[in-house]
């Protein structure tokens, strides 16, 4: 088994070796005179950020630099122009999978150092309307504590997992249970401040450079580093009413949760999500995984219909409420919204939690992961939007035969709203109303405790041929590809458009060379 995968270095290997190191030396020349922030050679901070959540690829950064300022992340790059081959990835907390945050030979930019050098700067103006200034490089969780707990107000989409960088997630998308309602993250914001490949510090917004705005969004870092951005904050609910629902039938699952995210505000939760279980007694993938209290609540299987497949289902929802709601209107308003809902009675769990540790749920169970080493483990995840109109043939195909046994960990399954998200940005879709966003999370020991990472891996890939073979339209979720004629498949009549893009933001393809969607080597077309 290899369970990492070098980076090619082929980028490297057209330039003569002496070519190289004088190029080098020229670079080296370029930056250290001018940074106010710090590079780093030694072998240990380059080898740490040579590596990335996913634990399958490592590659080796000539050097880590953490920025003081976005003028550090500009010189960086203008600096790395001298060579013909230096790249330069931004990384955030390093919660890529396929090594989207690398450049092997190449300059590492570290984001959290300029994130915690910048403050959270929450402006609430004299009508009442309110913004968080943030630093690209800040976590998501930090921005959650300063606003919620400061102010009294938290922005309107999240994802699940907060320990991310709010420039990694803005490069993406950022996917959320309240993503139908408000769009990703990349649909709340109203301002950034972007470095661009050329080494150009530009702030941009829907009106000002808007180009260069809708490009950074969900740009996978291809057109420039995002160094802060203006998120639109809203009052936070104070309490959260958290609720799980079990189905047997994808079929009165899908068209319940369709349902709920279809309806306008006041008639539906505030929260809308859902994943996959297995039909048994697994600790980690069956039924025990349900109950939102394991002291107080049992999950009963004789509830469940005999004639159940090997998986089941799970609708998880939220509405938010404040202190001084009486807790019996709070149960009225549950039973107002679940009461048409097809689930099977009986197997209904719910918890009134605080706002914010609903919003921390997946720190609970990164601590457990991390106590029992599986957090360290590799994790070939795979995330996918699948239209409505397969996400049926998907459930037979891959839930119910591929991975009926589980995955050791969470295999969502939840309907998004088209018309949430804004095309102008580069984020890729399905083309239908209504798409499903299915994220495989495997949290799983490493080998030989748990299965060998290539037959995790082989079994990702075979998931998307079956998708392929049978004319799904779907699309990645931070996607991974290792061709460019693969890249422009995923982006499809986008394609131009993004090529556009690099060539005006990036025309010498310094920036984000882990994706391999661009070469320094080879001209952009």
């Not at 301002?191 to 260069?212: A, K, M, Q, W």
């Not at 918890?351 to 749920?361: A, H, K, N």
Request: with cysteine.
């Amino acid at each position: 088994m290899i369970a990492y995968i070098e980076h090619s270095s082929r980028q490297n290997d057209v330039v003569e070796s002496g070519d190289q190191n004088d190029a080098v030396s020229s670079w080296k020349e370029a930056l250290n005179d001018d940074i106010q922030g710090s590079v780093e050679y030694d072998s240990k901070v380059t080898a740490l950020l040579g590596k990335d959540f996913g634990g399958l690829i490592k590659s080796k950064p000539l050097a880590v630099i953490r920025p003081a300022n976005s003028s550090d992340v500009a010189l960086t790059i203008r600096s790395s122009a001298t060579s013909p081959t230096l790249t330069v990835a931004a990384r955030g907390n390093g919660h890529s999978i396929n090594g989207q945050a690398m450049a092997e030979k190449g300059l590492v930019i570290d984001m959290r150092a300029l994130g915690s050098q910048t403050p959270i700067n929450v402006v609430v103006s004299g009508t009442g309307d309110a913004y968080v200034d943030v630093s690209g490089g800040a976590l998501w969780e930090d921005v959650l504590k300063r606003c919620v707990l400061g102010y009294g107000l938290a922005p309107r989409s999240w994802t699940d997992y907060l320990a991310l960088t709010v420039g990694g997630t803005l490069s993406n998308g950022g996917v959320s249970g309240q993503a139908f309602r408000f769009g990703p993250q990349t649909a709340n914001v109203t301002e950034l401040e972007v470095v661009t490949g050329r080494g150009e510090i530009v702030i941009c917004s829907h009106n000002l450079h808007p180009d260069l705005f809708f490009a950074a969004l969900g740009g996978l870092g291809q057109f420039g580093v995002i160094t802060r951005a203006r998120i639109p904050l809203q009052p936070s609910p104070q309490m959260v009413r958290w609720i799980r629902l079990v189905y047997a039938e994808f079929s009165e699952f899908t068209r319940d949760a369709e349902f709920l995210v279809s309806q306008p505000e006041g008639n539906s939760f505030d929260y809308v999500e859902g994943f996959v279980f297995v039909n048994s007694n697994d600790a980690v993938n069956g039924w025990p995984y349900v109950t939102l209290d394991p002291v107080n609540q049992r999950f009963d299987p004789d509830l469940i219909p005999r004639n159940s497949g090997p998986v089941l289902y799970c609708l998880e929802l939220a509405l938010h409420f404040n202190h001084h709601r009486h807790p019996s209107t709070v149960d009225t308003e549950v039973e107002r919204l679940v009461g048409g809902l097809r689930y099977v009675r009986g197997l209904r769990f719910e918890v009134d939690v605080s706002y914010m540790e609903f919003l921390q749920r997946v720190k609970k169970a990164e601590q457990q992961a991390t106590a029992t080493g599986i957090w360290d483990a590799p994790h070939p995840w795979l995330n996918l939007f699948v239209s409505k109109r397969d996400i049926a043939d998907f459930d037979h195909t891959v839930f119910k035969t591929i991975l009926k046994h589980g995955i050791g960990g969470p295999m969502l399954v939840y309907p998004l709203l088209r018309s949430r998200w804004d095309s102008r940005t580069s984020v890729v879709i399905p083309d239908d109303d209504i798409f499903y966003l299915v994220a495989l999370l495997r949290f799983t020991p490493p080998y030989p405790q748990g299965p060998p990472v290539a037959e995790l891996v082989a079994q990702n890939e075979e998931i998307v041929r079956q998708c392929t073979k049978k004319g799904y339209n779907f699309k990645l979720y931070f996607p991974h590809y290792h061709t460019q004629e693969e890249w422009k498949q995923h982006f499809g009549n986008q394609w131009p458009r993004f090529v556009e893009r690099k060539l005006r933001f990036d025309p010498m393809a310094i920036l984000a060379p882990g994706q391999k969607i661009f070469s320094r080597t080879r001209q952009i077309s």
